[in-house]
């Protein structure tokens, strides 16, 4: 019972905070538009790199920093873009904050650039950033844009960890390289497996789709 | 110089490490455009053949970034030749048949983004082939996407008349399916050594 007169108040204060137009920039992002769980864009690294929680969590900042910094430099240049070349002019601009993650990373730590491998490079072909681009920050104001690109990267970050921890708990025993599972823990092979990935993903799915669902019969 | 056999980086491309199923590469069309048999096969052949000339242009590419000692500009200019390529067949397919860029949608400018196109290039410089290994590598991805968008496309035509319960319904049970498929592609490990 006190369960249930919780999650109500929770809402209660999310839908508050919603009022508010340009908080509702943000966490639109992060829970009502979600960008892997309802969008379902940025499929392709949100299951590829999600084999442990760490690697989700350098993709979700890595991904959330080139979309603040495209999102920011895009929403700047609005006006100065002409309509015909603006996707490739997005490319560029994106791929040139991509190629200065990637030797960021490197620079950081030699051993995460090479669990991530090709990943890194791959953000310039994630869906998000491309659409979040062409559908807020070429229409609205460098402020705007940048609680949208915080509250989508966020958005991201949260279902990678999402779906990387389920898969590194189940399938390695562990949570951040911390081995915690009892000895007698068997471990599911299969999660960290390619095949784990879609049927992490299309548990979570489920899981939100019967949410959304109660939510809108009641 | 990577001296892999061609027969071996076909059958590896295609079928051992598959783009969708085993590296989750064009997650996108494989959701989004694997509703029908027929334009699943369209729209795997027109990805191969961007997938081939990206691949062949960034074979170029990386010799004349080498020449100018650039490597930095390498992800710029595959993208660049990725869109253009992208642009080449759009406009082709617009001309020879409207029905099928009608049925293609969205997903035929989509290609530029799509990660297996990208990942092509940026894999078969990372592993140091030839330009005719490139070629074959280029091929047997396209291919690969090829078979993974036909297998969906078969099984969600049949799913069409199945009952399925309300929340599965959608990206979901695709996704459920798209695993048992990645499963059993697991089956073709060692194959082609």
Not at chain 1, 176 to 202: D, H, N, Q, R, S
Request: aromatic share 12%; with cysteine; hydrophobic share 55%.
């Amino acid at each position: 019972m006190s369960l249930i007169s919780h999650k109500k108040s929770e809402k209660g204060f999310f839908n508050s905070i919603a009022d508010h137009p340009s908080t509702d920039e943000f966490i639109k992002g992060v829970w009502r538009e979600n960008p892997v769980f309802v969008q379902v864009l940025g499929m392709c690294p949100s299951l590829a790199v999600s084999n442990s929680a760490i690697n989700a969590l350098a993709m979700g900042l890595a991904t959330a920093f080139v979309l603040l910094m495209s999102n920011i430099l895009i929403s700047l240049l609005r006006d100065f873009i002409p309509k015909q070349v603006r996707i490739a002019s997005y490319i560029l601009i994106i791929a040139t904050f991509v190629t200065l993650t990637d030797y960021t990373i490197q620079a950081i730590s030699i051993d995460l650039h090479k669990s991530l491998g090709a990943f890194i490079a791959l953000i310039v072909v994630n869906c998000i950033i491309l659409s979040r681009a062409e559908a807020f920050a070429s229409k609205n104001s460098v402020g705007k844009s940048i609680l949208d690109a915080l509250g989508m990267g966020l958005g991201f970050t949260f279902a990678l960890l999402c779906i990387g921890g389920l898969r590194e708990v189940l399938g390695s025993g562990s949570f951040f390289g911390y081995e915690f599972m009892p000895y007698f823990f068997e471990k599911w092979v299969i999660m960290v497996l390619p095949a784990g990935g879609f049927f992490t993903l299309a548990f979570l799915l489920l899981i939100f789709n019967s949410y959304k669902m109660k939510n809108s019969k009641a | 110089m990577n001296d892999a056999s061609l027969w071996s980086i076909f059958i590896n491309a295609s079928l051992i490490n598959n783009f969708v199923l085993a590296y989750f590469l064009g997650i996108c069309p494989f959701l989004g455009v694997s509703g029908k048999i027929e334009t699943a096969t369209k729209m795997g052949a027109a990805v191969t053949f961007v997938m081939v000339i990206s691949a062949m242009c960034a074979f170029g590419i990386n010799i004349a970034l080498a020449a100018i000692n650039a490597p930095f500009l390498q992800l710029i200019s595959y993208i660049v030749v990725i869109a253009s390529t992208v642009q080449l067949v759009e406009m082709f397919i617009k001309k020879v048949s409207p029905a099928l860029f009608k049925a293609l949608g969205i997903f035929l400018p989509l290609i530029t983004t799509n990660c297996a196109v990208l990942a092509v290039a940026l894999f078969q410089t990372s592993k140091g082939f030839g330009i005719l290994q490139s070629f074959v590598y280029a091929l047997g991805a396209g291919v690969g996407f090829t078979l993974a968008l036909v297998l969906m496309a078969g099984l969600r035509e049949q799913l069409e008349f199945s009952e399925t319960i309300s929340i599965a319904k959608g990206t979901a049970l695709v996704l459920l399916v798209g695993g048992i498929l990645s499963l059993s592609f697991m089956g073709f490990a060692g194959l082609g050594g």
